[in-house]
């Protein structure tokens, strides 16, 4: 009697499976996507308010953007930004599927990723000072675009890298002794078989190195010279002139119109459309 009652006995729970994680779990990723999101819907309502220095959404207009439109002053820093931006995606893209693919044939890929992941922790005013001495003395570039577009590539390579090796890593090679099997060239192969399976890692990566690069603040300081990208602009416009801010406001809500959907494109084609596949 004694051995049936100890053995129909509930065995409690460890502390790490209590159901107050999961519902402890759940409003704090509540809260931390109201902490995202609530900001940048705020700047939004701001940019369509008569008054935003107040902090108060109200009285909307469209006359902050009106202004913006009428003003030319952002037009080349804008122009800088995205051909910049679309250089630093498209090298990026290119250069991190050549290695991306190396990388799973290799012996003992660790250290090279190692090597390559490692800038993403060096500080950006590090790095950006580590640039401008070796753009100068070594690249012997005068600062400006290019100077620049070399900062942000450095900046986005292994981002894009670390995109690409999601699809690369995963890439059945059996599939290219297939095609070679069939008579296929090694184009028709990397054409027909290889490049569709990693288009979704390839535009995710080209994508990301505009989006970094188009962001990018503390190494376009170091590099800019005289030029000026859209990041820099905005910050020296709203540290030099408060009435440029609502100005700034109605801008940087644009920008972040079309950035949120490049980087859902960017999240659909590396996640779902994989999957997919």
Request: no cysteine; aromatic share 12%; charged share 15%.
């Given at each position: 009697m004694t051995d049936m009652t100890a053995t129909?006995?509930?065995?409690?729970?460890?502390?790490?499976?209590?159901?107050?994680?999961?519902?402890?779990?759940?409003?704090?990723?509540?809260?931390?996507l109201g902490l995202i999101y609530f900001p940048l819907l705020w700047l939004v309502l701001l940019s369509i308010s008569n008054d935003p220095l107040?902090?108060?959404?109200?009285?909307?207009?469209?006359?902050?953007?009106?202004?913006?439109?009428a003003s030319s002053d952002w037009h080349m820093p804008f122009v800088s930004s995205?051909?910049?931006?679309?250089?630093?995606?498209?090298?990026?893209?290119?250069?991190a599927t050549v290695?991306?693919?190396?990388?799973?044939?290799?012996?003992?890929?660790?250290?090279?990723?190692l090597v390559?992941?490692?800038?993403?922790?060096?500080?950006?005013?590090?790095?950006?000072?580590?640039?401008?001495?070796?753009?100068?003395?070594?690249?012997?570039?005068?600062?400006?675009?290019?100077?620049?577009?070399?900062?942000?590539?450095?900046w986005a390579l292994p981002f894009a890298l670390l995109i690409v090796?999601?699809?690369?890593?995963?890439?059945?090679?059996?599939?290219?002794?297939?095609?070679?099997?069939?008579?296929?060239?090694?184009?028709?192969?990397?054409?027909?078989?290889?490049?569709?399976?990693?288009?979704?890692?390839?535009?995710s990566a080209g994508l990301f190195g505009f989006l970094m690069s188009f962001n990018e603040v503390m190494r376009t300081i170091f590099l800019r010279g005289t030029s000026e990208t859209m990041p820099v602009w905005n910050w020296v416009q709203a540290a030099a002139q408060q009435s440029q801010v609502p100005i700034i406001f109605a801008l940087s809500s644009l920008v972040l119109l079309v950035t949120l959907p490049l980087l859902s494109a960017m999240f659909w084609l590396l996640f779902v459309r994989l999957n997919r596949t």
């Open positions: 129909t006995r509930p065995v409690p729970l460890e502390t790490s499976y209590n159901p107050n994680w999961k519902r402890l779990g759940k409003w704090m990723g509540i809260a931390m107040s902090g108060i959404p109200g009285a909307f207009s469209l006359r902050h953007y009106q202004a913006l439109f995205v051909v910049i931006g679309l250089i630093v995606g498209l090298v990026s893209a290119i250069t290695i991306g693919r190396a990388v799973p044939r290799m012996a003992s890929p660790g250290p090279m990723l390559f992941v490692l800038p993403l922790f060096v500080p950006g005013m590090s790095m950006g000072a580590a640039l401008f001495i070796f753009s100068q003395s070594v690249l012997g570039l005068d600062l400006g675009f290019w100077s620049i577009a070399v900062g942000h590539y450095v090796l999601v699809v690369t890593l995963r890439f059945d090679h059996t599939l290219i002794e297939a095609g070679r099997d069939l008579g296929a060239s090694d184009w028709r192969v990397f054409k027909d078989i290889e490049f569709p399976i990693l288009m979704p890692g390839i535009v």
